[in-house]
């Protein structure tokens, strides 16, 4: 079954920096792969998905890039806001159902 | 209004009782899901439902059953066979668009 690994160690960035998280997954390559903000407390709120056949993503100050030889996608948040702390949850899957990684935990300090 | 409502926001049981979670989408989605969250671990898919009157089962199912009756309804029932049942529920939709996954607000069970 396909594993997700996303760095479990919270990430603290200053404002205005750009943060950075990684989502590695094993096995099979899957047809998309997606991410979501997790606030404490609350259900996941979708963000962003990509393609296998698409190299790069982007809305607004969030990009998504999706390297299928490495086995990995980055999630980038530029201009970083006290408002974008929250959890980070990388997903993958085919049509029927996803799997989900544990979640980056970010802290953008004022 | 659109969107997926789950009731109640927190639960709490006995050892030993079945009790239902409800979830409702008023989205027109054809898929829901059912999953458990844990600290420290990620979402984990306990059921899911493709169509009216069909689920199959996800990972987790063991303890757990659902019914799949009305199109806008995916509601869960915990079991007393379910060995370690407080956790953090969340029920979700899948997109008509793509297949990113619209979440419930969640419904936190603690057994006590």
């Known amino acids: 079954s396909q594993k997700i690994e996303q760095n479990s160690e919270a990430l603290n960035i200053q404002e205005g920096k750009t943060a950075t998280l990684t989502c590695n997954y094993t096995n099979y390559s899957p047809a998309y792969l997606q991410w979501y903000r997790q606030d404490p407390g609350r259900g996941p709120v979708f963000l962003l998905l990509i393609r296998e056949n698409e190299k790069e993503k982007r809305k607004e100050r969030l990009k998504v890039t999706f390297d299928t030889t490495l086995k990995q996608s980055l999630f980038h948040i530029t201009a970083s806001q006290p408002a974008d702390s929250a959890t980070y949850l990388c997903a993958v899957g085919g049509y029927q159902k996803v799997t989900f990684g544990t979640g980056t935990k970010l802290q953008v300090i004022p | 209004d659109g969107g997926i409502t789950q009731s109640p926001k927190y639960l709490f049981r006995k050892e030993g009782q079945n009790v239902t979670l409800s979830c409702e989408q008023n989205l027109n989605h054809d898929a829901m899901y059912w999953y458990r969250q844990d600290p420290g671990q990620g979402l984990r898919l306990i059921y899911y439902?493709?169509?009216?009157?069909?689920?199959q089962k996800g990972d987790i199912a063991e303890g757990y059953s659902v019914s799949r009756e009305k199109k806008e309804s995916f509601p869960l029932t915990v079991t007393s066979a379910q060995k370690n049942p407080t956790a953090f529920y969340l029920c979700?939709?899948?997109?008509?668009?793509?297949?990113?996954?619209?979440f419930g607000p969640g419904t936190r069970l603690t057994v006590l």
């Open positions: 979700a939709s899948r997109g008509l668009l793509g297949n990113e996954q619209f």
């Open positions: 439902s493709q169509i009216v009157n069909d689920f």
